[in-house]
Each structure stands twice: as structure tokens, then as C-alpha cells.
């Protein structure tokens, strides 16, 4: 009798040990692998290219007071694979769309701030005139998204390796720890330097 109590009280203070542990099997590139998606907010990153560009195309000297007010969301996509590689880009399709929807909402707004910093009374700029503005910035925008450069600054590549439920990514010299819990993966801060924001939560699909 005295065994079996024993046996009973060793059983239960190791399922005690295995609950304080966690003791859940430890995370292969196998259980991971799959495709995860984040929405951020872009429009910090939009708003300060812009400002750079403006400075370089009309000069330091021509300061334009405008800055796109609508959250412009930017889908970023995870790929984990059972070899222990990564991709993490975003989805130029998708925020191409979200983006001109945007432009198209603010972009009067932005050409008669352009005008106000030329010095040019907006009173002497007809609608006609803004509209062909518009549709040469509508132009530039296409082309800009069917290139790759916006697809290069927000993409990169490399590989992962686990330790329980932490995973790190390492590319170009740079290591991003998060945490895995279930089908999400949490990154403590950004995984882009121009895309701030809080934490960065990656949903399996």
C-alpha cells in the first residue's frame, strides 16, 4: 500500500513539474512551417518618403505643409519552411490598392500644398489643371508599384531557428527574437526600420 502511495505522489508531483514547465514537445521548423500575415500601418513611412522626395525634386528651401491623414495598411507576409529559411516581404498588390484608394481621397489636397510652397496663389490654379496633376501623379504611382523598388525596401530573406517557443530570425547580420503561441507569432518591436509601430503580430492563414 505504502508503495502505491508512493507511486501516486511521485506521479502527481511530475505532471505538477511538467504543468510549471509547460512541458509541451519541443517546436520543430516542421510545426512552424507555413505562411503568416501582419497589417501595419504604413502611412509614417509614406509620409516621411514623401517629405524626401519633395526636398530632393523642389529643394530644401520649399517646405510643403502636407502629410497623408488616412491609416494607409500594408499587409506583410512570413514565410517559415520546414529547411529553417524565411521570407518576410509585403504585399505590393494589396497595398497598391489600399494606397491609391488613399491618394485618391487626399491627393487635391497635396497638389495645392505643392502650389502654396511654389508660392502660387491656389485661386490661380483651375480644376482642369489639378486633374491633369492628378492623373500624372496616378501614372508615376503605377509605375512605381509595378517595379520592384517597393517590394525590395520591405523584403528580406533568410533563416530561423527555435529554442521552445522563441524564435529568431537572422538576416543580413541582424537577428528579430519573437514568441510563438499556437498560430501567432509576436515580434517586441519593428522588423523594418521605417515601419515603427507596437508590437508586430503574425497570424498563421
Known sequence: MKRRVLAICLVLVMAASCLMAGCAKKLTAKDVAGTYTCTRDCRSYINDG??????????????????????????????????????????????ADTFSAVFEKESRDFILAIVKAMGVDESMVTDEQIEQLMDQ?????????????????????????????????EADGTKDTGSIDGDTITFKKSLFED???????????
Not at 63 to 86: A, C, K, M
Not at 88 to 94: D, K, M, Y
Open 137 to 169: 501623379m496616378r501614372t508615376s504611382l503605377e509605375e512605381s508599384f509595378a517595379g520592384a523598388d517597393m517590394k525590395e525596401k520591405a523584403s528580406t530573406s533568410g533563416t530561423f531557428t527555435l529554442d521552445g517557443t522563441t524564435i529568431k530570425l
Open 50 to 95: 514623401l517629405k524626401e522626395g519633395l526636398e530632393e525634386s523642389l529643394g530644401e528651401d520649399k517646405e510643403v505643409d502636407f502629410e497623408f491623414q488616412s491609416e494607409i495598411p500594408g499587409d506583410f507576409v512570413l514565410t517559415l519552411r520546414e529547411d529553417e529559411t524565411f521570407d518576410l516581404e509585403i504585399n505590393v498588390e494589396s497595398f
Open 195 to 205: 515601419i515603427g509601430g507596437d508590437d508586430w503580430v503574425f497570424t498563421k492563414e
